[in-house]
């Protein structure tokens, strides 16, 4: 077993105009809670969670228990076009000793469940910090690509978005088109709502664009923020399975627990000045 509790860590990285609840989305994650009042993000805000990845928890159930119900229906359906079956005699067994019975082998353990860290950088929307910002997708195997449903503008500008993290992070980054505030864009009592980007064509861009997937969440009831952080985490871990990371390189965006001496300590929260994301910025494309 693994001295720490996670198998793997990737970096992550939150992007978008300012005000679309990137911070959010990121506190919802790492802590299960929503702040109402959030100051506007300096830099880069830092968050992490441990998740599982591969089988058995991404193993869907979403199959009918294995019974007889659907050749029952089946039957029934024919019974009602051709009129009721005659029964059938039962042929009788042969006279002797039984079959000798049999035992059927073990089945074999379920693999041992994965986990992954995600290593959740928070990074700043507005105009002044985007030169800041950018360094910071350097290193990054994962991103989500954040707008707000309500305000059409944001979505105008995650193509230009998109376009800076491709050029600067990795090339197999997987990426996830985020549309937040989904409680403001739900219609309310009088039938109206404040959406301004209708599902359609947030789902016709993402594909457009090459994107994973397009997912609506809500930060302040939680709808969906775990899902878009697994989805991304589950992509990376079948591109781990493919050999897509150096594990062992500094520039790869997922790394192993051997790695670096990392430690299974818990999230922390960081804020960065503008100074300090200087500083910083030199080694941020290495760390996650």
């Not at 998740?51 to 089946?74: A, F, K």
């Not at 035992?103 to 860290?117: G, L, N, T, V």
Request: aromatic share 6%; proline share 7%.
């Amino acid at each position: 077993m693994s001295a720490t509790p996670w198998d793997y860590i990737a970096k992550l990285v939150c992007i978008g105009d300012s005000g679309c609840g990137k911070s959010s989305l990121t506190i919802r994650l790492c802590e299960g809670r929503f702040v109402t009042h959030h100051d506007v993000t300096i830099g880069v805000e830092f968050g992490s969670r441990i998740v599982p990845v591969g089988p058995p928890h991404s193993d869907t159930i979403d199959r009918l228990p294995e019974s007889d119900s659907t050749t029952t229906s089946q039957d029934a359906a024919s019974e009602g076009a051709s009129g009721p079956t005659t029964p059938t005699t039962k042929t009788p067994k042969p006279n002797g000793l039984p079959q000798p019975r049999t035992i059927a082998p073990p089945s074999a353990p379920p693999p041992p469940q994965k986990h992954m860290k995600l290593s959740l950088w928070d990074t700043a929307g507005q105009e002044t910090y985007k030169s800041v910002t950018r360094s910071y997708f350097r290193g990054a195997s994962g991103a989500l690509l954040v707008f707000d449903l309500t305000r059409k503008s944001t979505f105008q500008h995650v193509t230009d978005w998109l376009n800076d993290l491709r050029q600067i992070a990795e090339p197999d980054i997987v990426v996830v088109l985020v549309g937040n505030k989904a409680d403001l864009a739900s219609p309310d009592a009088d039938g109206g709502n404040k959406r301004e980007v209708t599902r359609e064509e947030a789902t016709e861009w993402a594909k457009r664009n090459g994107v994973l997937e397009y997912v609506e969440t809500s930060a302040k009831s939680g709808e969906n923020v775990e899902n878009a952080f697994m989805r991304v985490a589950d992509r990376i871990y079948q591109n781990i399975q493919a050999g897509k990371y150096d594990l062992n390189d500094r520039r790869s965006g997922v790394k192993g627990p051997s790695f670096g001496g990392y430690s299974s300590g818990g999230s922390r929260q960081v804020r960065l000045t503008g100074s300090d994301a200087s500083r910083r910025s030199s080694v941020a494309g290495g760390c996650c």
